[in-house]
């Protein structure tokens, strides 16, 4: 099966950087556009960041400038490098992808990170 594995969340003070990660894995043919969204308590999940295959990207306004996503083809893997970090930052952050699996019937499929705590303190 295909999963997302997640890494780099953690504590930072505001001002502070994290990189995170999202490596994907399993029975994979390709995977197209990935993202990273986020979620704070009693919120929806909002859009962060997405990469197409081409790395093209698109960035939610509030994170413009502070944060990059980037992609490794060959490993599968994104990133998200968050600098000048805010407390208004403070979120659990999931992996997106959209995969070829090679799995059962072959077609584009939604998969989720389980998510990664990110804490900025004042």
């Known amino acids: 099966q295909v999963q997302l594995v997640e890494s780099g969340g953690g504590f930072v003070q505001a001002g502070g950087s994290l990189k995170l990660s999202c490596a994907a894995s399993g029975r994979i043919f390709s995977v197209g556009p990935m993202a990273w969204y986020r979620q704070s308590p009693g919120t929806q999940r909002d859009l962060v960041a997405r990469i197409t295959r081409g790395g093209d990207t698109e960035y939610a306004h509030s994170v413009l400038g502070r944060f990059t996503i980037s992609r490794d083809n060959a490993k599968n893997t994104i990133y998200l490098q968050m600098n000048g970090l805010e407390p208004e930052d403070t979120a659990v952050y999931y992996c997106?992808?959209?995969?070829?699996?090679?799995?059962?019937?072959?077609?584009?499929?939604?998969?989720w990170g389980q998510g990664t705590q990110v804490t900025v303190s004042s």
């Open positions: 997106y992808a959209e995969i070829t699996t090679i799995v059962g019937n072959w077609g584009n499929y939604d998969y």
